[in-house]
T-cell receptor, first 115, second 106 residues
């Protein structure tokens, strides 16, 4: 069964450093998403991406964040200058279509630890 | 954003049915009802979704009230592997509330 994959599973970085989290969505999916979950808290929407553009973003997704689909398979989340409060699980998701009719399929997540 | 209300936690015995309720009194006519679950240390997992009619798939059933202000996720025979946090979600941006933590006892 096709699945969303994410690398690395755990990333440790120093505050102020740039990190890139990578995701390979399901191959025939067209919409891509990033979420984060701070330990013990809710899953929070960050951004959605379609046709090489951001379609929606939350207040969390400020100028420190960017997303990219550098090739036909990868979808990346970059944090330019990490802060301690960026420590969280980051989940990538993909769906065949946008909107409430279609479910999203999530990856296993990348645990980001900012020291 | 339309919000949902779920009990914080529920408990079930293994191999018994589980009914997980969700209230969504402010649901709009075009809001689909989605259910996801999150097993410990894993990402959310799609379970089922529907609009008006009851839905069945290999994982669960979804019963939707006639006025659509509430729904119930039904796990027909709970297993230990079903212990997770279950989220009822309305908006396509997937606002995840706190969900219901399901504990399954052997």
């Amino acid at each position: 069964e096709p699945e969303v994959t994410q690398t690395p599973s755990h990333q440790v970085t120093q505050m102020g450093q740039e990190v890139i989290l990578r995701c390979v969505p399901i191959s025939n999916h067209l919409y891509f998403y990033w979420y984060r979950q701070i330990l013990g808290q809710k899953v929070e929407f960050l951004v959605s991406f379609y046709n090489n553009e951001i379609s929606e973003k939350s207040e969390i997704f400020d100028d420190q964040f960017s997303v990219e689909r550098p090739d036909g398979s990868n979808f990346t989340l970059k944090i330019r200058s990490t802060k301690l409060e960026d420590s969280a699980m980051y989940f990538c998701a993909s769906s065949t279509e946008r909107g409430p009719v279609y479910g999203q399929f999530f990856g296993p997540g990348t645990r980001l630890t900012v020291l | 954003d339309a919000k949902t209300t779920q009990p914080n936690s529920m408990e079930s015995n293994e191999e018994e049915p589980v009914h997980l309720p969700c209230n969504h009194s402010t649901i709009s006519g075009t809001d689909y009802i989605h259910w996801y679950r999150q097993l410990p240390s894993q990402g959310p997992e799609y379970v089922i979704h529907g609009l008006t009619s009851n839905v069945n798939n290999r994982m669960a059933s979804l019963a939707i009230a006639e006025d659509r202000k509430s729904s119930t996720l039904i796990l027909h025979r709970a297993t230990l592997r079903d212990a997770a946090v279950y989220y009822c979600i309305l908006h396509y941006k997937f606002y995840f509330g706190s969900g219901t933590k399901l504990n399954v006892k052997p």
